[in-house]
């Protein structure tokens, strides 16, 4: 449901119809798995599902262990997880409302809540967070019940049940990824908006850097870059990479949020205004020459500050500017 590319050696190939469980053993490779719905149990080369994954509200039993919830984009900000939910992003209603959430977190710092719980995983994971410009790896083949394939749950068709592998991948290269979606939305118009907000892996990072805060230390913690800025950066400047660690806020005190390990650093706060210059502008003499008006020292103070903050966090293995 993510399409996140390698998160796997293979192919997920996802079966509707067990009639074609066959054909998706030919198409797999070292590494693949097959998902099949009302798959043989008793077949150790396919893993078996129950229920259904494109019905908002209903639940998936995977192997006959992992238990899967599936809900529409708008309706999580009204329900509790109880357990491991997909936030699939299928009508054009659910993407308004991601870009719409998306926005008032960059412009205000609320986040909708169920999407910072460990329970939350969100669909099109792999569109949203540009993992390449194209899927030359078919990372998803779904198999639908009268044997169209397509390059995802709710992609482009691609070929037919009986096509080379050859042939579906010669396919599915051309594609932009957002592709993943065209049979259920307008893609296009997905495309757009997505350009428009260059910064949503970095919203999606600080989705995930919510699920490192105890639930009783998120009232009044804040997230510098939403809705925060200690460097006097505009909402049109640009957010860090990714990859990039996080400035958490709380009581006028700052924290430091290693979202690779967990590691948490206390700051203080002309550190802090350094490291949110540093991972913005991801240049030291840029971040110099901001930090030396926000925290009002001279340049060669303010290069002094930047280049020991930089230097102490590469000791503890910690990279400002996150990786490219």
């Known amino acids: 449901?993510?399409?996140?590319?390698?998160?796997?050696?293979?192919?997920?190939?996802?079966?509707?119809?067990?009639?074609?469980?066959?054909?998706?053993?030919?198409?797999?490779?070292?590494g693949s798995i097959i998902l099949v719905v009302d798959g043989d149990a008793d077949d150790a080369g396919i893993v078996t599902v129950k229920g259904r994954f494109d019905e908002s509200g209903g639940e998936l039993l995977v192997d006959g262990t992992l238990s899967l919830e599936v809900q529409d984009y708008v309706a999580i900000p009204f329900i509790n997880l109880v357990g491991v939910t997909i936030v699939r992003l299928t009508s054009q209603d659910d993407w308004h409302a991601f870009f719409s959430d998306a926005d008032e977190a960059r412009r205000s710092g609320h986040f909708v809540r169920q999407l910072t719980e460990v329970n939350a995983v969100l669909g099109e994971r792999g569109l949203l967070a540009g993992h390449g410009s194209l899927d030359r790896s078919l990372a998803r083949i779904h198999i639908t019940a009268d044997g169209t394939i397509l390059n995802g749950a709710y992609g482009t068709v691609i070929g037919w049940v009986g096509d080379a592998?050859?042939?579906?991948?010669m396919k599915a290269v051309p594609l932009r990824p957002e592709s993943s979606v065209a049979s259920v939305t307008d893609a296009a118009r997905i495309r757009a908006a997505l350009n428009?907000?260059?910064?949503?892996?970095?919203?999606?990072?600080?989705l995930d850097a919510w699920k490192f805060i105890a639930r009783e230390q998120r009232e009044g913690t804040r997230l510098v870059g939403f809705g925060l800025s200690l460097a006097g950066a505009a909402g049109s400047h640009s957010l860090p990479l990714p990859d990039a660690p996080f400035i958490l806020e709380s009581n006028g005190e700052y924290?430091?949020?290693?979202?690779?390990?967990?590691?948490?650093?206390?700051?203080g706060a002309a550190a802090a205004t350094?490291?949110?210059?540093?991972?913005?502008?991801?240049?030291?003499?840029?971040?110099?020459?901001?930090?030396?008006?926000?925290?009002?020292?001279?340049?060669?103070?303010?290069?002094?500050?930047?280049?020991?903050?930089?230097?102490?966090?590469?000791?503890?293995g910690i990279n400002l500017l996150g990786t490219a």
């Open 196 to 206: 428009d907000r260059p910064w949503i892996p970095r919203y999606l990072a600080a």
């Open 165 to 169: 592998l050859h042939d579906l991948r």
């Open 274 to 316: 350094v490291v949110e210059a540093v991972s913005n502008l991801r240049d030291i003499e840029a971040a110099a020459t901001v930090s030396a008006a926000a925290l009002r020292v001279s340049p060669e103070a303010a290069n002094a500050s930047v280049q020991s903050v930089v230097a102490r966090f590469d000791e503890l």
């Open 1 to 30: 449901m993510t399409g996140i590319p390698g998160r796997i050696t293979g192919h997920v190939v996802f079966v509707e119809n067990d009639a074609h469980t066959g054909y998706a053993k030919d198409l797999a490779v070292e």
């Open 255 to 267: 924290k430091l949020l290693d979202i690779h390990t967990g590691r948490l650093f206390r700051l």
